[in-house]
């Protein structure tokens, strides 16, 4: 039996299904991501998509993004001011309106049981139906880029915390007396794997996806992400079923817990 046979056929349009149900009708979405332009990079076109119809986006970073800068005058602290500020620019292009940094120091980013109970903790706090992250396997994504080690921890502890802890009454007591009951998380998407089975059509949507990635001036720097975007959407566009001409892709579960 295949993925998507085992998860339910998923139409291209990104209109998941629920097992062997229907998506949740009204989705009320957690994307959990190491860094400041993770979510831009990895979904802001199905996010712009999910906002336009009606469903809640809340983007959760693990880090404050203190080291990326290679400018000598620029100081760790400063920067975290400035990526705050663009990440909740950059969401604001594409519906969001909820940022919420956990604030760990860039580049230093474990998968620990530390971060599991506060990623556990947020989830429990938001109660999504869904939620997003990145592929915790992937250590290059091609000859020339090899993943960054927070993004695999970011991954690691999002998956971790879905299945079995935040559904679990018994992970994590002290979470129970700060009023925070375990949660059923519905599905979940995750952004970058080799193995994606689903694509979200983002072809309305695709002009949002670069000019909230343009919001992060800080990293763009005289990179013009516009030309390499539209690439790279393409090239999943063409292994959607049917293609579509601009997409998104994931590998979609509906976890258990």
């Given amino acids: ?145 090899i993943n960054h080690p927070d993004h695999r921890a970011a991954g690691e502890v999002v998956l971790a915390a879905l299945y079995p802890a935040v559904g679990n009454r018994n992970y994590f007591p002290e979470l129970l007396a700060e009023g925070l009951e375990p949660h059923k998380v519905k599905e979940l998407y995750i952004s970058g794997s080799p193995n994606a089975d689903t694509f979200v059509d983002i072809g309305p949507y695709l002009d949002r996806k670069i000019a909230a990635l343009k919001a992060h001036a800080s990293q763009m720097g005289d990179w013009d992400p516009s030309e390499p975007i539209r690439e790279w959407a393409s090239k999943d566009g063409q292994r959607a079923n049917p293609p579509v001409e601009f997409a998104e892709d994931y590998l979609y579960f509906t976890p258990e817990g």
């Fill in 1 to 145: 039996m295949s993925d998507s046979e085992q998860i339910g056929e998923v139409p291209s349009d990104g209109t998941a299904k629920e097992g062997n149900g229907e998506a949740p009708e009204h989705k009320k979405v957690a994307v959990i991501f190491a860094h400041p332009d993770d979510p831009d990079f990895s979904c802001a076109g199905t996010v712009a998509r999910w906002t336009d119809e009606g469903h809640e986006v809340v983007y959760v970073l693990l880090t404050n993004g203190d080291k990326g800068s290679h400018d000598p005058e620029m100081s760790p602290e400063r920067l975290v001011k400035i990526r705050e500020k663009e990440q909740r620019a950059a969401a604001a292009v594409v519906g969001v309106k909820e940022v919420i940094f956990l604030g760990r120091p860039d580049g230093l980013l474990v998968a620990d049981l530390e971060l599991r109970r506060d990623v556990v903790r947020v989830i429990r706090q938001l109660k999504p139906t869904t939620v997003v992250c990145g592929d915790p396997t992937v250590y290059w994504h091609a000859p020339w880029y």
